[in-house]
């Protein structure tokens, strides 16, 4: 629940159908996309009539809006849960952050906000739901303490740019499409990746970055 719900909505039954909606929404913009997920195949994934739907949330709006906080909330669990794993012994930190975070962005709340990115391009009312949402995602999740194995040390541009160029390259090679040895390709970038992290990060050289 947060701040703006009613408390005639605040019982535990209209709170455990709030939850049904949204995780709904979440996995069918996953399934089907933003668009094909309107607020009536929503509400019949969450077994509920048109009116009881309505009653959560009236208009379209509310519903994005509840639904964009709540992949928000799952996404922080995600790097809860992450930052809370102990890294393998010998296993260097920052390839141990991109495996995670490649990991990650498999799971529904990043795909699904992944979509609503996507469609946000062309649908102004998303768009500006999603401005505050990505701003707090990026300081809070890969800007703060919870994925530090990318930022590495302070506020040192170098180490700002490991970060970023680990980080864009991943979600980048989460959305692209390959024709052809697509799981060698994936695993062959991933590589370079890790190697172009740790050389930012003062841990390898230029010739490091591509080996045979």
């Given at each position: 629940m947060d701040d703006r719900t009613p408390l005639a909505k605040a019982t535990p039954k209209s709170l455990r159908t709030r939850a049904r909606i949204?995780?709904?929404a979440m996995q069918l913009f996953v399934e089907i996309g933003y668009h094909a997920a309107t607020n009536a195949v929503i509400a019949d994934a969450a077994h509920l009539t048109r009116g009881a739907m309505l009653y959560h949330f009236a208009t379209r709006e509310d519903l994005v809006?509840?639904?964009?906080e709540h992949i928000e909330r799952q996404r922080a669990r995600l790097f809860e849960k992450a930052a809370s794993a102990p890294t393998a012994p010998g296993v260097d930190?920052?390839?141990?952050a991109i495996d995670v975070y490649w990991s990650m962005l498999h799971e529904a709340p990043f795909q699904a906000f992944a979509e609503l990115e996507a469609a946000?391009?062309?649908d102004a009312m998303l768009r500006e739901r999603l401005a505050g949402a990505r701003s707090e995602f990026d300081r809070a999740q890969l800007g703060g303490d919870r994925f530090g194995a990318l930022v590495q040390a302070?506020?040192?541009p170098r180490f700002q740019t490991s970060r970023d160029l680990g980080r864009f390259l991943l979600e980048g090679l989460a959305k692209g499409s390959m024709t052809y040895?697509?799981?060698a390709r994936r695993e062959r970038?991933?590589?370079?990746?890790?190697?172009a992290v740790r050389m930012l990060n003062?841990?390898?050289d230029l010739q490091d970055l591509w080996t045979r």
């Open positions: 949204l995780e709904s809006e509840a639904v964009i930190a920052a390839e141990h946000s391009r062309t302070g506020d040192d040895d697509e799981i970038l991933l590589t370079v990746v890790k190697r003062r841990k390898g």
